[in-house]
């Protein structure tokens, strides 16, 4: 297992603070379309959404918290950011985005520390054509260097390689990291295969 910085990077930009964005995020996030639909899936504070936005791409940051929602607007709204925040619980029973018009329309969908596996492989259903998913979160070892610990917010080894199943895998990586704390993470980066007529 090879071992790497962290995968943070400060940005200081026009957004007018230091936001810790993923430097996995920003190293895939140019191969999704030029001011693409971008959805930051499970978004917590809107690190990335706010981040893509600033890149041009149009975004829809989803989370259950209405409050950190109103926060994202907030600071979208201040820095004339294209940023629209919807309140969508993601752990419901049933995939909550069946049937919608959420479906095949993203160039670009972002998960960032977030796993709730009864969903994870309906991810690509929300991407067009030569849509573009970027995941990155917790792997089993990260248990040894504290939270998150519980299995159920943790990928096995290798899992999210499962996607190669609807998706042409760009990029893959499975590590221990060192600063700013130990971690195991693990990353993909992929394409939806194209559909045979």
Not at 14 to 19: I, P, Y
Not at 21 to 46: E, F, K, N, T
Not at 55 to 68: C, K, M, S, T, W
Not at 107 to 119: Q, S, W
Request: charged share 20%; hydrophobic share 40%.
């Amino acid at each position: 297992m090879c071992v790497r910085r962290w995968g943070l990077i400060t940005v200081k930009s026009a957004l007018g603070a230091d936001l810790q964005v993923s430097d996995w995020v920003i190293q895939h996030a140019s191969i999704i379309r030029p001011g693409g639909r971008v959805l930051d899936y499970a978004c917590g504070h809107g690190r990335h959404a706010l981040y893509l936005a600033a890149q041009g791409y149009e975004v829809l940051a989803i989370d259950r918290n209405p409050q950190v929602l109103q926060e994202i607007t907030d600071k979208a709204h201040q820095l004339q950011l294209n940023v629209e925040t919807q309140l969508i619980d993601l752990e419901q029973n049933n995939w909550p985005f069946s049937g919608s018009e959420f479906a095949k329309s993203f160039d670009g969908v972002v998960v960032t520390n977030y796993l709730y596996r009864p969903f994870l492989m309906y991810l690509p259903e929300l991407l067009k054509d030569g849509g573009v998913l970027i995941y990155e979160t917790f792997a089993l070892g990260n248990e040894a260097f504290g939270k998150p610990s519980n299995p159920n917010f943790l990928l096995r080894p290798n899992e999210l390689l499962g996607f190669s199943e609807k998706m042409k895998i760009l990029a893959y990586e499975d590590v221990q990291i060192q600063l700013p704390k130990p971690a195991c993470i693990q990353r993909i980066c992929a394409v939806p295969l194209q559909s045979k007529t």
